[in-house]
């Protein structure tokens, strides 16, 4: 079976990692010619448009992508027939409003916010919701890019003026105790399975350190159970993660991502099964693995370069994950995982780790 | 850095899947065009002369190999240079002969055996040696191919008739309790570090299951004794395995090979660290990682065509590797490992997945 990713970055890379030893054969997508992904299966080198998926698609069994920019316009007839998950997932998350929305729709709770298409609406949104206040931009958004957090009157006339010109969103600062994200798969047949909720530490609004499994049961069965009704309202077939805020002991989803996730590579050797193979179990319709931790995972992202591999690959059970990516700052080069029988052995060797990652 | 490997098949394609996470990239080198790891990296289709070697190794970093039958003589100047473990391994290995008195040099028992150049030395070799025995050629056999069982002077005509033409050997019926191998793995500094032993079961000379760890602490320390014994001497770089009957209770060294092994690829998930990692971070002069079991883990080799994905996948803990080669009889398209916390479990999933398997 043939499957086509729309995005050739680390995501795919992983994803053809993982589907190769189930018999899958990978073709890749991506206007970067040397998009990492590409170093392990053909590369169409071209844009996100119709005209190029079409004739890529054509190619292909079954379409799924690796970024969830991917425009949505550009997925109709046989391209739409064969992707998954289906476009209105990306659709949904794809704008911070809709995204919102929709969450509320479904009963699951969502920071407070305010659509904001003016200067004069983000000056009624503050007034409503108060500072520190997040203002972000609806689409396009990652890793921290298009948001500005407002203190106090002071930091609206910069913040405006920085991200005017497209809709915009305000969004009441969460004082949060952690964040946490959940990564679920969902097969054609309806079968869902859910891996343990991770705890997510971020800086700069980059994802640092994950660690799995996040300890509280009665939040496991609610984000399970909510995640559960986004899917099936979705139609959703594959995996998705929901990032939440945990405030006040309770779950705020804050937004979703319709694939796989930085949040969830530990599964790869934390899980019975990883978040790459059972995204892909689930697309091309076969049975979908086991999701069950096994011990305590910790993944720690490489930022900007790598550091020196035999550092990294001479401290005990660190396994490394290089995306093969030039370095540049701020990009997510690599990551490195760990498994340990007890959280304090992985705390411990996080904290190593990250002196050694500096 | 850029690795070379001659031959294309499943070892390599499992190679390239355990050093992309490393930063490696590969290239391959294979006389068929559709070898089934150039599925996942650059392939040059060519023969394994001087030439072909000299003009691929040009492009390389290191250069290693996933075949023991490449021609010792293709190997020179810098591509010798560059080849990990050393020719040396493999000119030793090529000849059943040569191995086995190699072997014994270095204090290794091994099977009785006797050179066989003609008919009358035949007569002269089961004189000595008795019935049964085995007559193989003493170069390019592999998975029971070019061997034939003598159990009376009436099968030593069309024996000698099938296998004449080439240099010979007879060796002892070795009537073993079990086959075990054992896998190690030696970096350029020295550095050793072995699996647990495996037992093999073979069925028509084809490796038909492995279970790792195999449970004498006395003849692990033996084995890995002699196998490092073995590298030091070859000055090897990389992987080896080492094929033992189990005789009264002892190991008789059968044969080696100077690369990953199919007994071996239960590493993958019932290990820290896989045979395919190891070798290429000890060829990459990369640290090595533990070698240490996770539980009981078995293997069963997919034999001829792959068992409906579905039924396997549906498996709770089956992992299957899919080589990604056609169907043909006697042909190794494919595994599936498990790995269980007891031994009696892991036996009780072999035997279903046997069923299943057919």
């Known amino acids: 079976m043939k499957v086509g990713i729309l995005g050739a970055g680390q995501l795919g890379r992983m994803l053809a990692l ?18 990492c992904a590409g170093q392990l299966a053909p590369l169409t080198v071209g844009e996100f448009d119709a005209a190029s998926v079409d004739a890529f698609a054509a190619d292909c069994d079954v379409l799924t992508f690796d970024w969830e920019n991917v425009p949505v316009a550009a997925l109709r007839g046989s391209a739409a027939a064969k992707l998954a998950p289906a476009a209105v997932a990306l659709e949904t998350a794809q704008d911070r409003l809709v995204e919102k929305e929709f969450l509320r729709g479904l009963g699951i709770a969502t920071p407070e ?11 009624a949104a503050v007034a409503e919701l108060g500072y520190p206040a997040v203002l972000k931009t609806r689409r396009l958004g990652y890793d921290g890019k298009g948001q500005r957090v407002l203190r106090s009157a002071i930091d609206l006339g910069a913040a405006w003026e920085a991200l005017e010109g497209t809709p915009l969103i305000l969004e009441a600062f969460v004082p949060f105790e952690r964040e946490v994200s959940l990564l679920a798969v969902r097969a054609r047949s309806g079968e869902f399975r859910a891996w343990p909720l991770t705890e997510n530490v971020h800086r700069g609004g980059i994802l640092q350190r994950s660690i799995a499994p996040a300890t509280d049961a009665a939040l496991q069965r609610e984000a399970e159970a909510q995640v559960e009704r986004v899917m099936r309202k979705l139609g959703y077939v594959g995996v998705l993660a929901v990032e939440y805020f945990v405030h006040g002991g309770k779950l705020l989803a804050n937004e979703f991502a319709p694939r796989v996730h930085n949040s969830g590579h530990w599964t790869i050797e934390g899980s019975q099964t990883s ?46 994950h290089d995306y093969g990516k030039a370095p540049r700052p701020g990009r997510k080069v690599g990551h490195v995982t760990v498994v340990e029988a007890d959280r304090k052995a992985l705390l411990d060797k996080l904290d190593a780790l990250e002196r050694l990652i500096g």
């Open 275 to 320: 978040q790459f193979e059972n995204h892909l179990r689930a697309i091309a319709g076969l049975p979908l693995g086991a999701t069950d931790a096994r011990g305590h995972a910790g993944m720690l992202n490489l930022i900007g370069r790598l550091p020196p591999r035999e550092a990294l690959l001479a401290v005990p059970g660190a396994r490394l």
């Open 18 to 35: 993982a589907g190769y030893p189930l018999g899958l054969s990978f073709r890749f997508l991506d206007h970067a010619a040397d998009a």
């Open 113 to 123: 916010h305010r659509a904001v298409g003016s200067m004069l609406e983000l000056e």
